[in-house]
Protein backbone atom coordinates (compact mmCIF):
# COMPACT_ATOMS: atom_id res chain seq x y z
CA UNK A 1 0.00 0.00 0.00
CA UNK A 2 2.86 2.37 0.25
CA UNK A 3 4.21 2.62 -3.14
CA UNK A 4 4.70 6.08 -3.37
CA UNK A 5 5.41 7.75 -6.69
CA UNK A 6 6.90 11.39 -6.69
CA UNK A 7 4.36 13.81 -7.54
CA UNK A 8 5.28 16.26 -10.25
CA UNK A 9 4.59 19.16 -11.94
CA UNK A 10 2.92 17.00 -14.81
CA UNK A 11 0.23 14.93 -12.38
CA UNK A 12 -3.26 16.99 -12.65
CA UNK A 13 -3.24 16.62 -8.78
CA UNK A 14 -0.12 16.85 -6.04
CA UNK A 15 -0.29 13.49 -3.89
CA UNK A 16 -0.64 14.80 -0.26
CA UNK A 17 -2.13 11.19 0.88
CA UNK A 18 -0.11 8.88 3.27
CA UNK A 19 -1.06 5.68 1.31
CA UNK A 20 -0.55 5.22 -2.87
CA UNK A 21 -1.42 2.02 -4.07
CA UNK A 22 -0.03 -0.67 -6.73
CA UNK A 23 -1.97 0.85 -9.94
CA UNK A 24 0.65 3.18 -11.57
CA UNK A 25 0.19 6.84 -11.09
CA UNK A 26 -0.99 8.63 -14.27
CA UNK A 27 -0.55 5.66 -16.15
CA UNK A 28 -3.79 5.66 -18.20
CA UNK A 29 -5.17 9.17 -18.00
CA UNK A 30 -3.37 12.29 -17.14
CA UNK A 31 -6.33 13.85 -14.96
CA UNK A 32 -6.75 10.23 -12.85
CA UNK A 33 -4.13 8.78 -10.93
CA UNK A 34 -5.38 5.40 -10.25
CA UNK A 35 -7.67 4.97 -13.21
CA UNK A 36 -8.94 1.51 -12.53
CA UNK A 37 -9.16 1.61 -8.94
CA UNK A 38 -11.76 4.78 -9.53
CA UNK A 39 -13.41 3.03 -12.30
CA UNK A 40 -14.15 0.15 -9.97
CA UNK A 41 -15.87 2.19 -7.48
CA UNK A 42 -18.86 2.35 -9.76
CA UNK A 43 -20.09 -0.55 -8.44
CA UNK A 44 -20.74 0.97 -4.62
CA UNK A 45 -22.23 3.56 -6.72
CA UNK A 46 -24.55 1.48 -8.85
CA UNK A 47 -25.68 -1.36 -6.27
CA UNK A 48 -26.25 1.61 -3.46
CA UNK A 49 -28.75 3.23 -5.85
CA UNK A 50 -30.09 0.63 -6.94
CA UNK A 51 -30.42 -0.38 -3.19
CA UNK A 52 -31.92 2.79 -2.20
CA UNK A 53 -34.19 2.77 -5.31
CA UNK A 54 -35.83 -0.81 -3.75
CA UNK A 55 -35.85 0.33 0.01
CA UNK A 56 -38.30 3.38 -1.13
CA UNK A 57 -40.15 1.76 -3.75
CA UNK A 58 -41.32 -1.46 -1.24
CA UNK A 59 -41.65 0.56 1.99
CA UNK A 60 -38.66 -0.58 3.88
CA UNK A 61 -37.55 1.32 7.25
CA UNK A 62 -35.59 4.39 6.64
CA UNK A 63 -32.36 2.77 8.20
CA UNK A 64 -32.06 -0.03 5.21
CA UNK A 65 -32.29 3.44 2.59
CA UNK A 66 -29.51 5.08 5.09
CA UNK A 67 -27.76 1.75 4.94
CA UNK A 68 -27.38 1.67 1.28
CA UNK A 69 -26.39 5.84 1.34
CA UNK A 70 -23.67 4.79 3.44
CA UNK A 71 -22.59 2.40 0.66
CA UNK A 72 -22.98 5.00 -2.35
CA UNK A 73 -20.77 7.36 0.34
CA UNK A 74 -17.64 4.97 0.09
CA UNK A 75 -17.86 4.83 -3.54
CA UNK A 76 -17.73 8.21 -4.04
CA UNK A 77 -15.41 8.80 -1.61
CA UNK A 78 -13.05 6.03 -2.92
CA UNK A 79 -13.62 7.11 -6.50
CA UNK A 80 -12.53 10.55 -5.29
CA UNK A 81 -8.90 9.26 -3.41
CA UNK A 82 -7.97 7.22 -6.04
CA UNK A 83 -8.38 10.10 -8.84
CA UNK A 84 -6.14 12.34 -6.68
CA UNK A 85 -4.32 10.85 -3.97
CA UNK A 86 -4.76 13.54 -1.93
CA UNK A 87 -5.34 13.89 2.21
CA UNK A 88 -8.41 14.99 2.44
CA UNK A 89 -10.46 12.46 -0.39
CA UNK A 90 -8.11 9.68 1.34
CA UNK A 91 -10.18 10.55 4.42
CA UNK A 92 -13.50 11.24 2.64
CA UNK A 93 -12.93 7.26 0.93
CA UNK A 94 -11.77 5.76 5.08
CA UNK A 95 -14.55 7.51 7.09
CA UNK A 96 -17.39 6.66 5.69
CA UNK A 97 -15.94 2.95 6.11
CA UNK A 98 -16.04 3.77 9.92
CA UNK A 99 -19.33 5.47 9.76
CA UNK A 100 -20.71 2.94 7.71
CA UNK A 101 -20.23 -0.10 9.95
CA UNK A 102 -21.89 1.84 12.81
CA UNK A 103 -25.14 2.47 10.74
CA UNK A 104 -24.76 -1.59 10.54
CA UNK A 105 -24.44 -2.19 14.16
CA UNK A 106 -27.05 0.15 15.03
CA UNK A 107 -29.60 -1.74 12.64
CA UNK A 108 -28.56 -5.17 14.13
CA UNK A 109 -28.39 -4.46 17.63
CA UNK A 110 -31.93 -2.24 17.61
CA UNK A 111 -33.48 -5.68 15.34
CA UNK A 112 -36.29 -5.98 18.12
CA UNK A 113 -39.62 -4.49 16.77
CA UNK A 114 -39.81 -1.94 19.92
CA UNK A 115 -36.18 -0.50 20.38
CA UNK A 116 -34.31 -2.16 23.18
CA UNK A 117 -31.59 0.72 23.50
CA UNK A 118 -33.39 4.07 23.70
CA UNK A 119 -30.58 7.02 23.06
CA UNK A 120 -27.85 4.79 24.58
CA UNK A 121 -26.97 2.96 21.32
CA UNK A 122 -26.97 5.80 19.12
CA UNK A 123 -24.82 7.72 21.27
CA UNK A 124 -22.39 5.11 21.90
CA UNK A 125 -21.91 4.81 18.44
CA UNK A 126 -21.49 8.33 17.83
CA UNK A 127 -18.97 8.26 19.82
CA UNK A 128 -17.32 5.73 18.64
CA UNK A 129 -17.04 7.32 15.04
CA UNK A 130 -16.25 10.64 16.54
CA UNK A 131 -13.18 9.16 18.80
CA UNK A 132 -12.48 7.52 15.93
CA UNK A 133 -12.22 10.01 13.53
CA UNK A 134 -9.87 12.92 15.73
CA UNK A 135 -7.66 10.55 16.31
CA UNK A 136 -6.94 9.24 13.00
CA UNK A 137 -7.02 13.05 11.48
CA UNK A 138 -4.66 13.50 14.33
CA UNK A 139 -2.16 10.80 13.65
CA UNK A 140 -2.71 9.79 10.12
CA UNK A 141 -2.00 6.40 10.71
CA UNK A 142 -3.95 4.19 7.87
CA UNK A 143 -2.83 0.94 10.22
CA UNK A 144 -5.45 1.93 13.37
CA UNK A 145 -8.16 2.81 10.45
CA UNK A 146 -7.97 -0.56 9.09
CA UNK A 147 -7.71 -2.20 12.43
CA UNK A 148 -11.06 -0.20 13.80
CA UNK A 149 -12.69 -0.72 10.62
CA UNK A 150 -11.65 -4.54 11.07
CA UNK A 151 -12.89 -4.29 14.13
CA UNK A 152 -16.61 -3.22 13.53
CA UNK A 153 -17.39 -5.46 10.40
CA UNK A 154 -16.20 -8.78 12.99
CA UNK A 155 -18.42 -6.99 15.30
CA UNK A 156 -21.47 -6.75 12.37
CA UNK A 157 -20.91 -9.99 11.16
CA UNK A 158 -20.60 -11.66 14.87
CA UNK A 159 -24.16 -10.17 15.66
CA UNK A 160 -25.61 -10.94 12.63
CA UNK A 161 -24.77 -14.48 12.83
CA UNK A 162 -26.19 -14.61 16.47
CA UNK A 163 -29.58 -13.19 15.04
CA UNK A 164 -29.89 -15.61 12.39
CA UNK A 165 -29.03 -18.74 14.85
CA UNK A 166 -30.17 -18.05 18.17
CA UNK A 167 -32.71 -15.54 17.58
CA UNK A 168 -34.61 -16.77 14.25
CA UNK A 169 -35.44 -20.29 15.57
CA UNK A 170 -39.08 -20.76 13.75
CA UNK A 171 -37.75 -19.86 10.01
CA UNK A 172 -38.66 -22.21 7.53
CA UNK A 173 -36.07 -24.49 6.07
CA UNK A 174 -36.71 -23.03 2.67
CA UNK A 175 -36.19 -19.21 3.98
CA UNK A 176 -33.56 -19.94 6.83
CA UNK A 177 -31.76 -21.36 3.48
CA UNK A 178 -32.52 -18.63 1.53
CA UNK A 179 -30.59 -16.44 4.10
CA UNK A 180 -27.63 -18.52 4.68
CA UNK A 181 -27.06 -18.41 0.61
CA UNK A 182 -27.03 -14.53 1.10
CA UNK A 183 -24.74 -14.92 4.21
CA UNK A 184 -22.33 -17.53 2.40
CA UNK A 185 -22.41 -14.76 -0.78
CA UNK A 186 -21.48 -12.00 1.29
CA UNK A 187 -19.14 -13.43 2.89
CA UNK A 188 -17.39 -15.05 -0.14
CA UNK A 189 -17.32 -11.67 -2.13
CA UNK A 190 -16.17 -9.90 0.42
CA UNK A 191 -13.35 -12.25 1.74
CA UNK A 192 -12.62 -12.35 -1.67
CA UNK A 193 -12.12 -8.48 -2.29
CA UNK A 194 -9.93 -8.96 1.13
CA UNK A 195 -7.92 -11.15 -0.33
CA UNK A 196 -7.14 -9.46 -3.60
CA UNK A 197 -6.20 -5.89 -1.30
CA UNK A 198 -3.79 -8.32 0.24
CA UNK A 199 -2.23 -9.59 -3.14
CA UNK A 200 -1.85 -6.08 -4.43
CA UNK A 201 0.00 -4.73 -1.19
CA UNK A 202 2.44 -8.26 -1.27
CA UNK A 203 3.02 -8.68 -4.68
CA UNK A 204 3.04 -5.23 -6.16
CA UNK A 205 6.18 -5.31 -7.93
CA UNK A 206 5.26 -9.03 -9.55
CA UNK A 207 1.91 -7.58 -10.48
CA UNK A 208 3.62 -4.44 -11.88
CA UNK A 209 5.79 -6.81 -13.59
CA UNK A 210 3.18 -8.93 -15.14
CA UNK A 211 0.88 -5.81 -16.42
CA UNK A 212 3.85 -3.99 -18.17
CA UNK A 213 5.66 -6.86 -19.32
CA UNK A 214 3.90 -10.40 -19.81
CA UNK A 215 0.61 -10.35 -20.14
CA UNK A 216 -1.02 -8.42 -23.39
CA UNK A 217 -2.51 -4.35 -22.66
CA UNK A 218 -5.98 -5.81 -22.96
CA UNK A 219 -6.02 -8.51 -20.18
CA UNK A 220 -3.50 -6.15 -17.63
CA UNK A 221 -6.26 -4.43 -16.17
CA UNK A 222 -7.80 -7.38 -14.73
CA UNK A 223 -4.18 -7.56 -12.46
CA UNK A 224 -5.52 -4.31 -10.83
CA UNK A 225 -5.97 -6.43 -7.52
CA UNK A 226 -7.13 -3.07 -5.67
CA UNK A 227 -9.83 -3.17 -8.20
CA UNK A 228 -10.95 -6.41 -7.20
CA UNK A 229 -11.13 -4.74 -3.70
CA UNK A 230 -13.58 -2.56 -4.43
CA UNK A 231 -15.73 -5.52 -6.81
CA UNK A 232 -15.99 -8.20 -4.16
CA UNK A 233 -16.54 -5.44 -0.67
CA UNK A 234 -19.30 -3.80 -2.69
CA UNK A 235 -21.27 -6.55 -3.64
CA UNK A 236 -20.60 -8.78 -0.68
CA UNK A 237 -21.92 -5.27 1.14
CA UNK A 238 -25.29 -5.13 -1.14
CA UNK A 239 -25.57 -9.31 -0.52
CA UNK A 240 -24.96 -8.42 3.42
CA UNK A 241 -27.84 -5.84 3.75
CA UNK A 242 -30.51 -7.76 1.77
CA UNK A 243 -29.46 -10.75 4.13
CA UNK A 244 -29.99 -7.39 7.17
CA UNK A 245 -33.35 -6.43 6.07
CA UNK A 246 -34.66 -10.14 5.39
CA UNK A 247 -33.76 -10.02 9.09
CA UNK A 248 -35.60 -7.29 10.44
CA UNK A 249 -38.80 -8.51 8.90
CA UNK A 250 -38.75 -11.97 10.24
CA UNK A 251 -37.21 -10.34 13.80
CA UNK A 252 -40.59 -8.13 13.68
CA UNK A 253 -43.00 -11.01 12.32
CA UNK A 254 -43.59 -9.07 8.88
CA UNK A 255 -42.38 -12.05 6.48
CA UNK A 256 -45.18 -12.88 5.10
CA UNK A 257 -45.00 -9.48 2.80
CA UNK A 258 -42.06 -9.86 1.69
CA UNK A 259 -40.61 -12.20 -0.64
CA UNK A 260 -36.84 -12.34 -2.20
CA UNK A 261 -36.43 -12.47 -5.64
CA UNK A 262 -33.84 -12.11 -7.97
CA UNK A 263 -32.73 -9.67 -10.89
CA UNK A 264 -30.94 -10.95 -13.69
CA UNK A 265 -29.81 -14.36 -12.14
CA UNK A 266 -27.84 -12.36 -9.74
CA UNK A 267 -28.98 -9.14 -7.70
CA UNK A 268 -31.30 -10.27 -4.05
CA UNK A 269 -33.85 -8.46 -3.89
CA UNK A 270 -36.63 -8.26 -1.49
CA UNK A 271 -39.93 -6.89 -2.52
CA UNK A 272 -43.11 -6.51 -0.92
CA UNK A 273 -46.51 -9.31 -1.96
CA UNK A 274 -48.75 -8.23 0.40
CA UNK A 275 -50.45 -4.77 1.89
CA UNK A 276 -47.83 -2.60 3.41
CA UNK A 277 -47.72 -2.17 7.04
CA UNK A 278 -46.87 0.28 9.48
CA UNK A 279 -43.29 0.13 10.60
CA UNK A 280 -42.79 0.15 14.53
Known amino acids: MHYFEPSTVNHYWKRSSTLDWCEQNYHTSQFIAEFYNSLTNICYILLAIYGMYNVRKHHFESRFFIAYMSILIIGLGSFCFHTTLVWEMQLADELPMIYATCVFLYILF ?16 FLDALLI ?3 YVHSKNPVFHQVMNGINTVAIALRGMYLFYFKLPY ?6 EKMAYLVRMGCFLYLMGFVAWNMDNVFCEQLRWLREETVPSVVSPLLQFHGWWHLGTASGSYYFTVFCQ ?9 EEEYELIWKWKVLPVLVMTG ?6
Open 246 to 254: MLRVNMIQQ
Open 133 to 135: TVY
Open 110 to 125: ESSKHNQYGYVLPVLL
Open 171 to 176: LTSGVR
Open 275 to 280: KSSKWA
